[in-house]
Structures are given as structure tokens and as C-alpha cells.
């Protein structure tokens, strides 16, 4: 005589085994997609502070040893030197970011700021030879030029830039004169300095001070740069600091 259990699975037991089963590669299916998204965030996040420090770190490097340089060409002799709220050209002996390097110790450098969609990014080209491209563009925007040629070289660069700073509005600013942009009040709090007040430079020397301001939402922040320059004083150092640097000169 046959038993209940030897006739094998009832359709019940074989749904509820699968209802089971499911719910199990569900449960699985979701830890690992969270695991996954989890990461990826980490990562993304991991990417931009990894950017961020290297683009502070270029960007103030590249400032603190800018040198002047004239380029030679068939049309004549131009500074290799341009600033606008766009756009920065300059030479600099510091080498992060370049394409290449020759051992000659001069890179020949371009910023650019443009729009990706509805966010702005900072981009850097730089080579360690004055690239006739570069020359021809720097004489194009001292020359204010805003043709299809400037056009067709900025894109062909942009294509070759790094990526350095992502932010939803961007502007570059100058100081031909002061030392130093930081400064305190007489009650030796610190004061949010503002854009620096030449809108477009363009000469054959550096300018004593750059800035790139950045706006990310409602929050504002600002990379800078101020030169060295002999017997001078930072106006970023606090009044006591001040007053003890000058006992220490007069003893």
C-alpha cells in the first residue's frame, strides 16, 4: 500500500518551495545592487575629492611659479601672457598636468573654463613647448578676436585638456599690484575677500596675485595665489603676527 509522501510534491509544497526560492534571489539580487550603488557613490565621491586636491594643488603651483616668456613668431614678438574671466595663459616651471615632457623646465600653459551642460568646468591644457596653436591663440585674444578660427583651436585643445574642477559658475580675476588677497581687519577677524579687482589683465609680467572663484550651489569657494615678492609683508598674517615680525626686524 502506497503512502501520501511516496506519490511525491503537492503543486502546494512545489509554489510555496518557489515562493521561497524567489524571495531569496530577491533578497540577494537587492543586497547586491545596494552594495554596488553604495560603491559606486563612494567611489564618484572618492573621484571628485581626488580632483579637487589635485586641481588646488596645480593651480596654486602653476601661479607661484609663473615666469614671463616672449614667443617669436612670423608676425612678431608676443607675450606668452593672457588673462581674461574665461580664459588664462601663462608659462610656469611647475610640470603636474603636462602632455609631455622635454627636461627644458618650461611648460606652456592654458585654462579654460566651459560650460558642460548646466555646469561649468575647469580645464587644462599644457605642454612643455610654446605649440604654434598656442602662440596663434594667445596673439588671437590680445588681438580680441572672436572668430572661427579661435573657435576651431579652443575646441581642438579642449579635446586634449584635462579636467581639473567641476562647479556650476566660474571667473578668473587678477592684481597687478597687491601682495596678497587674504587680508584682516583691525580686529584681526578674517574677511571674505571678493572677486580681485582687474576683471582682464593682460601684460608681459605676471600679476602679483590669480584667483579662480567657483560657485557650487549657494556655496562660493576660491582658489588663489599671490607671488613672492622681497621685503614684502602678507596682509593674510594677523596683526600681532604682523607687529612681532616688525619687533623682530627692528632687534
Known amino acids: 500500500m502506497k503512502t501520501k509522501r511516496e506519490h511525491g510534491f503537492t503543486l502546494l509544497e512545489v509554489v510555496i518551495a518557489m515562493v521561497v526560492v524567489g524571495a531569496v534571489v530577491l533578497m540577494i539580487f537587492v543586497s547586491h545592487s545596494t552594495v554596488v550603488r553604495v ?3 563612494n567611489h564618484a565621491e572618492a573621484a571628485v575629492f581626488r580632483l579637487e ?3 588646488d594643488r596645480l593651480l596654486r603651483e602653476d601661479w607661484k611659479h609663473m615666469v614671463p616668456y616672449s614667443s617669436f613668431t612670423q608676425r612678431g614678438t608676443y607675450p606668452f601672457l593672457y588673462g581674461s574671466p574665461r580664459r588664462l595663459g601663462y608659462v610656469t616651471t611647475h610640470r603636474l598636468g603636462s602632455r609631455r615632457e622635454s627636461g627644458g623646465g618650461l611648460f606652456f600653459t592654458l585654462l579654460l573654463l566651459e560650460p558642460q ?3 561649468m568646468g575647469v580645464y587644462c591644457y599644457k605642454t612643455d613647448i610654446p605649440e604654434h596653436r598656442l602662440t596663434e591663440l594667445l596673439r588671437l585674444y590680445a588681438a580680441g ?3 572661427q578660427a579661435v573657435r ?3 575646441a581642438e585643445l579642449l ?4 579636467l581639473l574642477k567641476e562647479c556650476d559658475a ?4 587678477f592684481d597687478a599690484h597687491e601682495g596678497s588677497a587674504a587680508f584682516y581687519d583691525p580686529l584681526g577677524e578674517f574677511q571674505e575677500p571678493k572677486l580681485l579687482p582687474l576683471d ?3 601684460g608681459k609680467e605676471p600679476p602679483r596675485r590669480v584667483r579662480l572663484d567657483m560657485r557650487r550651489g549657494k556655496t562660493f569657494v576660491w582658489v588663489e595665489e599671490t607671488l613672492p615678492r622681497e621685503g614684502f609683508v602678507s596682509r593674510a598674517a594677523p596683526p600681532e603676527r604682523v607687529k612681532e615680525e616688525e619687533d623682530e626686524a627692528e632687534e
Open 200 to 202: 582682464r589683465w593682460q
Open 53 to 55: 586636491i589635485v586641481g
Open 170 to 173: 566660474a571667473a578668473f580675476s
Open 117 to 119: 551642460g548646466e555646469r
Open 145 to 147: 578676436a572672436q572668430d
Open 39 to 41: 560603491w559606486k557613490k
Open 159 to 162: 579635446g586634449e585638456s584635462i
Open 152 to 154: 576651431a583651436i579652443e
